[in-house]
């Protein structure tokens, strides 16, 4: 079973240039979830994608988008990125649905740091 | 507003120093409560889901507990590789994201 992957591990991007990010979801899973975190805190939900349609919207503006593919892969998109855009970017897939009592399984991250 | 707070923020123990980790919630209508371990520079690892007061889970040296208004992460006899940050999370009523807390940073010294 192949869990969840992301690319790149690392990237460094000059404010206002744009972004994606890449995440494939774990065998079998249908939802994958964005999520930002900053250094010493919890991840903050960014939109949430379940067969290929956004099943839900944290407090991020519409300069952040996504997509989800048919395979259940996704991407984030980020444009016009400002510094505070700084921060780990993680991805998580799980087989729930809009059912969010199903724990999620993480990649191990994308490093995003904007001068 | 529902919120989830973890205390304390870093704990220190040495090895074999049981101790217990906290994370209180104040939400509208738990539906689940999830545990997860994040190592640095990586993605949090899952490790258990409460679902209603009174229930206990188990792996390793972990063990979870949740009540009404918190839950609780025990560490028996931790060892130097059970440092990390654990992090826990809620989902609640009609809210379709997972409301996180900030973690508690872990360390175990040999």
């Known amino acids: 079973e192949t869990g969840v992957t992301q690319s790149p591990t690392h990237l460094i991007k000059t404010r206002g240039q744009q972004v994606t990010l890449r995440c494939s979801s774990q065998s079998g899973h249908n939802t994958v979830s964005w999520y930002q975190q900053a250094l010493g805190q919890g991840p903050q939900f960014i939109f949430q994608y379940y067969r290929e349609e956004e099943n839900g919207r944290g407090n991020f503006p519409p300069r952040f988008s996504g997509l989800q593919f048919p395979n259940y892969s996704s991407e984030l998109n980020v444009n016009a990125l400002e510094l505070d855009d700084s921060a780990l970017y993680l991805c998580?897939?799980?087989?729930?649905?809009?059912?969010?009592?199903?724990?999620?399984?993480f990649g191990p991250g994308t490093r995003l740091t904007v001068t | 507003e529902d919120q989830v707070t973890q205390s304390p923020e870093a704990l220190r123990l040495q090895e074999g120093e049981s101790s217990s980790l906290n994370c209180s919630y104040t939400v509208s209508g738990l539906r689940g409560l999830f545990w997860y371990r994040q190592d640095p520079g990586k993605g949090p690892e899952f490790l258990f889901t409460?679902?209603?007061?009174?229930e206990e889970k188990e792996k390793e040296r972990l063990k979870a507990t949740l009540t009404k208004k918190e839950s609780f992460l025990h560490i028996t006899a931790p060892k130097p590789e059970d440092s990390a940050t654990y992090l826990c999370?809620?989902?609640?009523?009609?809210?379709?994201?997972?409301?996180w807390g900030a973690g508690t940073k872990l360390i175990i010294k040999p």
């Open positions: 409460l679902y209603s007061a009174g």
């Open positions: 999370a809620v989902s609640a009523g009609s809210n379709y994201q997972l409301i």
């Open positions: 998580a897939s799980s087989s729930g649905g809009r059912d969010w009592n199903y724990e999620q399984y």
